[in-house]
Structure formats: C-alpha cells, structure tokens
C-alpha cells in the first residue's frame, strides 16, 4: 500500500469514485473522479493518468489545484509505466520533460517547447541542471537554454545535483567520485561507489576485494568528515540529519553533519526527514514517526501490512 | 518523494542507499497513519489516517 503524502496542502487519496484530493482537514478539496492514478502536486500541478475507452489508450494530464485539467496527451497502446508506483514525472524547477514520442525535451509552464526534444534520455531539473544524453555515447549536464555546461565524457552521472555535488563514476560503473557545479573533481573519481547527500555533503565508499567495506562522509570543499564507517545511509541530508547505520551495526538511527549518532541506531529502517518529523521502522515491527529529538510520536500499523513510503 | 520501508531487518552492506528522487518539495504534515491493521490472515483491513508533528491524529478517518 502506498501512503498518501500531503504535498503544497493536498493528498491524494481514493474516494469511492477515483483519486481526489483531501485538504489538511480531510475534505475534498478536489473531488475523486480520476483513475486509475494521480500523483502528488509539485509547483502547482500534478499529474494523473486516465484510461478513457478504448482500454488501450492511456491519458497523461496535468491538473491544477482547483482539479482543471491544464494538459492532456493521449497515448496509444499505452498502460501507466507502474500502475501501483508513484508518478514520478511533475514539474521541477519549472520545467518538465517530456518525449516527442522519440526524443526527449523540456516545456514550460504554458506547456510550449523550450528544449526541443533533441535527447535520448532526460532527468529532471534540479539546481537549475539536467542530465542529458545524446545517444549512446555523450552524457552532459544541460541548463535550462539547453546550453551544455558540464561535459562528462565518458563518465556517467549517478544521480542528480543535489546540494551542488552530483556522483560521478566512469561508464563501467566504478571508480567513483563527486563532482561539482564547473564538473570540477570535488572528490576524485578513485572510489567504488558515490553518492550526493544534499546541503553540501557527499559519501563514497571504498571496496575490500568484491565486498564494499564502508562508506565515508565528505563536504563540499572535498573534506573527508568520517571514516569509511557506515554501511547504510539514506538519501539525502535534511536539516542537518541524515538516517544511518554503522557498517556492522544494528540498527539505524540519525547523524549530523560530523558523522556523530545524534539519534541513536535504534530502529529497522528509517527515511529522511519531512519537516518535522521521519517515518521509521521500529524493532517492534510497527512504523512510526520519530521527531528531531528522538522521540517517537506515533507508532502503530504492522509494516508488513503496510509498506510505508 | 518516495521510499519503500523494507519489513526485513536492514542488511547493513553497502549498496542500500535508497535513491529518492528529490523532485520538488519533499511532502509536508499532516503525515500519513494507518491503523487497525488485522495481518492475523495475511489480511489488510487499515484505515488510513493523519497525524500532526506532536503525533495527535488530526485525520482520524479514510476520507
């Protein structure tokens, strides 16, 4: 099952007739007419899939917060990519990409072409930079112009900027390293693996033989912070925490930016924080939310029925 | 943003790392609850709820 989340003040959540969304107090800001998906709202719009008749067409459209329908692109002989997973195509840094039905692009807000769809494949905008292929061979970072700004030239991209650090690693897949906003080699390319933490920080990992040994946090400057000591780690710093686990350990809990347990490794599985507070894993079995504190303030729902999200 | 919680304890190897795509804000309180669950037959009966950041139920329902 996967859990509504609320986003810009609504969730998506199903109603007896579709997926509408609810407001902070639980009512129908837009009523449930959608199926058989609808995603969660991101700088203004969200996306929902329709499947009008015929059963083999697929409708992709976006709505706004008053639930009109601002676009709307019928394919053929389409099914939504992952009918129980996320949409995870939305707006980001006002741009969203989309495929001429071969190559990929970027549109504006008014839904007009402002990269044409001259790419093989396209990540989202984030920190005003998109990976973008040309076939095979050339990956790059493109900012919104389409301008190229950083060529990776036979290296590839492991993810996308965040807190101005993207994973870089060679097309094998390792060594790897980090990179920043220019492509300058923040942490060299000499590591198995590599991962950007978000607010400035990065890891990577070293390898012992076949095994990974343990992963090390870095800053911005290419500082090593920690040892190569943790085993798990989540995907991105927020607010100045980050959920992990030492390599060997029992458990996960939070740390700060020294790499130092401020929340102690208490639980089976834990997610970034969401303002407030985190979803978590108990040893018990059950999910809850943990504040900043450390303290659980909620728990209950055995996880196995209830995968969190 | 989205992240499956795993119902098996963690395997504490590198790599794990959950990659999450970091489109837009990340979502917001009210935070999701379910409660009620009966797993006694491998059964789902819960009933989606909210909670506030003080973990008071402020949407107690499925709505």
């Known amino acids: 099952m ?7 003040g609504l969730a998506p959540v199903q109603g007896q007739r579709g997926v509408g969304y609810i407001d902070a107090k639980g009512a129908f800001a837009i009523p449930p007419r959608f199926q058989p998906r609808a995603g969660d709202f991101h700088e203004g719009i969200a996306s929902i899939y329709v499947q009008p008749a015929p059963a083999n067409v697929l409708a992709i459209a976006r709505i706004d917060h008053s639930g009109k329908v601002a676009f709307r692109k019928d394919y053929q002989n389409a099914h939504p990519p992952n009918s129980y997973g996320p949409i995870r195509t939305d707006f980001s840094e006002g741009m969203l990409r989309l495929s001429d039905g071969n190559l990929w692009g970027f549109v504006d807000r008014t839904f007009q072409w402002v990269i044409r769809p001259e790419y093989s494949m396209v990540s989202d905008f984030h920190e005003g930079l998109a990976n973008a292929h040309e076939g095979r061979a050339a990956e790059m970072f493109i900012d919104k112009t389409g301008k190229e700004v950083i060529s990776l030239a036979g290296r590839s991209a492991r993810g996308d900027f965040n807190g101005g650090l993207v994973a870089v690693a060679s097309a094998a897949g390792h060594p790897a390293g980090l990179i920043d906003r220019i492509g300058q080699e923040v942490v060299p390319l000499k590591y198995r693996m590599a991962w950007s933490l978000g607010e400035g920080y990065g890891a990577v990992a070293t390898d012992e033989g076949a095994a990974l040994d343990g992963a090390a946090l870095f800053d911005s400057h290419g500082k090593q912070l920690t040892q190569f000591k943790f085993g798990w780690f989540a995907s991105s710093f927020s607010g100045g925490l980050l959920a992990a686990g030492a390599a060997g350990g029992q458990g996960i809990g939070y740390v700060d930016v020294t790499g130092a347990f401020v929340i ?3 639980f089976e599985q834990a997610l970034n ?11 018990s079995g059950d999910f809850g939310y943990v504040n900043r504190k450390g303290k659980v303030v909620w728990s209950g729902g055995h996880v196995a029925a209830c995968p969190a999200t | 943003m989205r992240t499956q919680l795993k119902t098996t304890a963690p395997r504490l190897l590198l790599p794990i790392l959950a990659v999450v795509a970091v489109t837009g804000q990340p979502p917001s309180g009210p935070y999701p609850i379910v409660v009620g669950v009966d797993s006694a037959h491998g059964a789902f009966s819960g009933k989606l709820g909210f909670i506030d950041e003080n973990g008071k139920i402020v949407i107690p329902r499925s709505s």
């Open chain 1, 2 to 8: 996967e859990l509504p989340e609320f986003h810009e």
């Open chain 1, 264 to 266: 102690p490794q208490q």
């Open chain 1, 273 to 283: 924080f969401s303002g407030a507070l985190a979803r978590v894993l108990l040893k």
